[in-house]
């Protein structure tokens, strides 16, 4: 069940409610006004709340959730918040069996997939199955106006990449194509206007459909070598989600250019630019979005190792996913260079 509009927290309660529940858990990471907003559309339905959602949903913050599942009889699960958020939400769902209603903040699209990552020890693993699936999103325009620019951008692009790596999953059928290929069109020209006016509400109606839609793909179909390295990334050298997206996306797409021709002049077109991965690029500096693996953190001494991982097993990807080749791109990302 998915609830868009203006306004659409205020039906949170009536949702809870649709699912045979009275006893809510609110979860969230911290993120201001709009958790003041579901408390107060939750009403009597709050039991207990919980605003330590970390990313990359780490399990010693899901057992700590959990204690409170068990001591306010919690009956529901309602998380307010991006990826995070959502993560502790389905972590906490397979554990105690209780339905999940999700108001996305951001634009990461976890909220439509029944995949999630968890870290034990340091370590990154996924799991999928229907019980991670959320059983309703509430998606509110309202609630992502104080979602920082600096966020917005390269959570934006995060949806970007779900989409466009969508576009050349062997499975992908039509109706992702459409998906995607709107998600695209909509992010581009909905990005630079959110980065000038955050609170244009049209601008921002626009970013949460296509991370909608971008989520719908990600659920859709399987990804390739992007979002294997980013999880490498982010799993194994602790590199942050979305803004390891950002700046990886517009040199992955590069890589799989020759071997994609076909879906990257349809991501140009979308873009209304003439190069894929060129626009991608230029859309992110355009609006002050990250471009160098260097300033998020990652050391230099760290790419070689990087693209072992990403490359030790074979997985379905435009272009075979050669560890040269992909140690390049990370050297190109770490230098911030414009794609070739
Ligand atoms: P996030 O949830 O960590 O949020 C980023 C930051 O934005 C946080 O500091 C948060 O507090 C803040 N924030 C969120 N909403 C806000 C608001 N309305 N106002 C002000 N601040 C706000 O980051 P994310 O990029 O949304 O999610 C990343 C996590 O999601 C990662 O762990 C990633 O692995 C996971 N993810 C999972 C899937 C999936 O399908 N399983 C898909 C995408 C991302």
Redesign the pocket.
């Known amino acids: 069940m998915v609830v868009f509009g203006a306004g659409a927290v205020n039906r949170v309660g009536e949702e809870v409610e649709r699912l045979g529940a009275s006893r809510a858990l609110l979860l969230s990471?911290?993120?201001?006004r709009?958790v003041d907003r579901m408390r107060a559309a939750l009403g009597p339905l709050l039991a207990a709340e919980f605003a330590g959602?970390a990313?990359?949903?780490p399990v010693e913050v899901t057992e700590r959730a959990l204690r409170l599942v068990r001591e306010h009889s919690v009956d529901c699960l309602v998380a307010i918040?991006?990826?995070?958020?959502?993560?502790l939400a389905?972590a906490l769902a397979v554990r105690a069996g209780l339905p999940q209603v999700i108001v996305p903040?951001?634009?990461?699209?976890?909220e439509v997939?029944s995949?999630?990552?968890e870290t034990v020890d340091g370590r990154k693993t996924t799991r999928s199955g229907p019980e991670i699936l959320p059983d309703t999103v509430v998606y509110d325009v309202d609630?992502?106006l104080?979602?920082?620019v600096a966020?917005s951008v390269?959570?934006a692009v995060?949806a970007m990449a779900h989409a466009v790596e969508a576009l050349y999953a062997p499975e992908v059928d039509p109706a992702t194509e459409e998906k995607a290929l709107e998600a695209i069109t909509l992010i581009t020209r909905a990005l630079p206007v959110v980065a000038g006016s955050p609170a244009d509400v049209a601008a921002r109606g626009d970013l949460l459909r296509a991370a909608w839609l971008a989520?719908t793909c990600?659920e859709a179909v399987g990804m390739g070598l992007h979002h294997k390295l980013c999880h490498t990334l982010?799993g194994s050298f602790a590199m942050p989600?979305?803004a390891t997206h950002t700046v990886v996306l517009p040199h992955v797409m590069a890589y799989n250019a020759p071997a994609a021709p076909e879906v990257m002049r349809r991501v140009a077109e979308a873009m209304g630019t003439d190069d894929a991965a060129r626009g991608v690029h230029d859309l992110v500096v355009s609006v002050g979005g990250p471009t160098s693996l260097r300033d998020l953190g990652m050391a230099e001494a760290d790419l070689a190792r990087a693209a072992e991982l990403a490359t030790a097993r074979p997985y379905p990807n435009p272009r075979a996913p050669e560890r040269e080749g992909v140690e390049a791109l990370l050297v190109d990302a770490w230098h911030a260079r414009r794609p070739a």
Do not use: E, F, I, R
């Open positions: 990471s911290p993120s201001g709009a959602a990313p990359h949903t918040g991006g990826g995070s958020t959502t993560g389905k903040t951001t634009y990461a699209g976890s997939t995949v999630l990552g609630l992502t104080d979602l920082p966020v390269t959570s995060n989520g990600l982010g989600h979305a």
